[in-house]
């Protein structure tokens, strides 16, 4: 093709994006666009998949029955959407294989919320109050982002989040209500969840790469700092039903905004752990990079199963 | 017409002891059929427990999610087994309760469930083995003349039919897939086989339920268990253990090592926060 043909098609192909169709598969596509889908679709489905780590913790010590199986269920929620995420990002000519092997060998990052240690309880609430809360307001516009697959499989993955944030609210709401050492538990929690998740929200508008055209593509609808306004403004109102005081001094309702004014945020921090210095950065891929290391001798016997079971098909058939 | 005042007080007590003795039977029935839904439950709690430890660390995502739903399935039968017995022990005692503030020799579920996960091929053996017995068991006791535990039994059957699918194929690719696999599912079944008896045996509460029509008598699903186990073995060119000496003492409380471990997790939060709720 020459230059001019390509300038064509990619004009036809951002024509085709304003106009709100969705692209598919099989749709011609500049290798720009391929690569940051599959850079973008990768990164959020290896955080379904590192984020069933911190709350999977908590399984065998769940406090109940009731919450034990609830645990499960959530747990379970984001394995089908890491299983979505990735099959959507399988369309795009990259391998689950691949994917991996970028996620083991840290190229491919997830999100930095999951190198945090889910120390008590409360952080199960924790984690479905604040940590879906954010994802829903990072996902919620996607569902209606360019690329075919990755809007399907949002739609489904934000039904299924807001679930699990309206079950972590409740999680709690039940400890505000209990015991003054439950609430204790609980505001403990908050007082450890609730930067980490204004900074999933990422780095400020001023320092954030990539905008622009994300937001051509409808990979990103509103800026970083936007989204984050509108986590605060939405969880606020949420923690004084708690009853839980939000670990910042320099919040204060502005009339004149109509939003909540909030104290600097710990930018330092962020970036230490977005580069691999967190708190739990190497028990995360220990265990990821562990569970694929210990697994291979099943895959390979899978494999060989399955190769054994056509050869003998095929010499029956003969 | 004169009334003897003695002959009242005589039937009266006449009365009261029938009164008690009925009462006596029917504490007495009672106790045994909550020890026997114990006897159950317990199985799907601790293999539960123990396939929860698993979620995130599996060799496939697939893999990981129907150990996860495994899980799940399990504990969704212990919620609805404890929720009878809570009923039927009629004391306050919660599902909670009877599930998590128990002490170790309380616990009756049989020793299988309780091994560790070794590794994948343990972890699917221990699954296989358990689920073919829990399958032919659940299809006794859906005829039940306890209407409760024949429902529970009924609505368990779709889930562990899918286990048994599950786990037996998971035996029969590792068996039959390479050297590395056969070998390691090989061992697993070898070293798992030792606890496969005592899935027959019978307690005194077994005994009980089974003379009132409730309760499933285990003795009758020995035989086409070990054949068809055998056989799903044979299909996955691996070896029937022939080893003829079993452990046994869970059903009477006396478990491994490895149970003691497993409580402390499963009870950590009721035994740090004591009466409180969640
Ligand atoms: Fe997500
Ligand atoms: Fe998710
Ligand atoms: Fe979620």
């Known amino acids: 093709m020459s230059d001019e043909q390509i300038k064509n098609l990619e004009e036809q192909f951002e024509a085709r994006i304003a106009r709100d169709e969705k692209i598919e598969p099989k749709d011609w596509m500049p290798e720009k666009y391929r690569q940051t889908h599959i850079r973008q679709m990768s990164q959020h489905a290896h955080s379904e998949i590192v984020g069933m780590l911190p709350e999977g913790n908590w ?14 269920a959530k747990v379970q929620d984001e394995a089908g959407h890491g299983l979505y995420l990735y099959s959507a990002t399988e369309t795009l000519g990259i391998s689950r294989d691949e994917m991996y092997e970028q ?8 999100s930095s919320i999951f190198n945090y240690p889910t120390i008590t309880w409360a952080d199960m609430g924790a984690i ?9 307001i990072n996902q919620v516009p996607l569902c209606n982002t ?12 934000c039904k299924e989040e807001s679930f699990h944030q309206r079950q972590g609210f409740e999680i709690m709401l039940k400890l505000c209500n209990g015991t003054p050492e439950q609430k204790e538990m609980a505001q403990d929690a908050l007082n450890r969840w609730w930067w980490p998740s204004l900074m999933m929200l990422g780095p400020t508008d001023a320092e954030s790469i990539h905008t622009e055209q ?33 670990p910042d001094q320099d919040l204060k309702w502005n009339e004149e905004r109509g939003s909540y004014d909030f104290g600097e945020i710990d930018w330092d921090e962020f970036w230490q752990v977005v580069k691999g210095h967190g708190p739990m950065n190497r028990e995360r891929m220990k265990a990821r990079v562990g569970a694929w290391e210990r697994g291979e001798w099943v895959r390979d016997a899978a494999m060989a199963y399955v190769e054994k079971k056509q050869e003998r098909k095929e010499k029956q058939a003969v | 017409m004169s009334i003897d005042r003695d002959e009242i007080e005589i039937s009266l007590k006449a009365r009261c002891e029938a009164i008690r003795k009925v009462s006596i039977e029917v504490n007495m029935k ?60 009629g004391d306050g005692r919660t599902e909670d309760d009877i599930a ?64 048994e699918r599950f786990s037996s194929d998971w035996v029969k690719r590792l068996g039959d897939g390479t050297e590395e696999s056969n070998t390691k599912m090989q061992e697993a079944i070898d070293a798992l086989w030792t606890y496969t008896d005592e899935l027959f045996h019978q307690t005194e509460a077994d005994k009980a339920m089974v003379a009132e029509g409730i309760g499933v008598d285990v003795t009758k699903l020995k ?56």
């Open chain 1, 128 to 136: 479905g109050w604040l940590v879906d809360g954010a994802a829903i």
């Open chain 1, 59 to 72: 399984i065998t010590r769940a406090p109940s029955l009731r919450r034990k199986v609830a645990l499960l």
């Open chain 2, 30 to 89: 009672n106790e045994n059929l909550y020890n026997y839904i114990l006897g159950i439950a317990d199985n799907s709690l601790i293999l539960g427990q123990r396939m929860g430890e698993l979620c995130g660390h599996g060799p496939t995502l697939e893999t990981d999610i129907a150990c996860t739903n495994i899980s799940l399935d399990l504990f969704g039968q212990v919620r609805s087994y404890f929720q009878y017995a809570s009923k039927i022990a």
């Open chain 1, 214 to 246: 994300s937001m051509k593509w409808k990979l990103k609808r509103k800026s970083n700092d936007d989204l984050r306004q509108q986590f605060i403004d939405q969880t606020v109102p949420q923690a004084d039903i708690l009853g839980l005081t939000i």
């Open chain 1, 103 to 110: 996620l083991h060998t840290g190229k491919a990052k997830y």
């Open chain 2, 100 to 163: 998590m503030l128990r002490k170790e020799r309380e616990y009756i579920n049989v020793l299988l469930v309780e091994q560790p996960n070794t590794d994948f091929a343990y972890t699917m053996a221990r699954q296989f083995l358990f689920d073919v017995y829990h399958l032919a068991f659940l299809v006794e006791l859906q005829k039940s003349a306890d209407l409760t535990l024949s429902a529970i039994a009924s609505k368990s059957i779709k889930e562990v039919s899918y286990h």
């Open chain 2, 223 to 278: 035989d086409s268990y070990y054949r068809h186990v055998s056989e799903l073995l044979e299909e996955a060119t691996l070896q029937v253990p022939e080893s003829k000496y079993f452990q046994k003492g869970g059903k009477e409380g006396i478990h491994t090592e490895h149970l003691g471990y497993m409580l402390a997790e499963l009870q950590y939060m009721q035994r740090t926060y004591p009466n409180m709720e969640w």
């Open chain 1, 146 to 157: 360019s690329y075919g697959p990755y809007a399907r499989a949002m739609i489904r993955v």
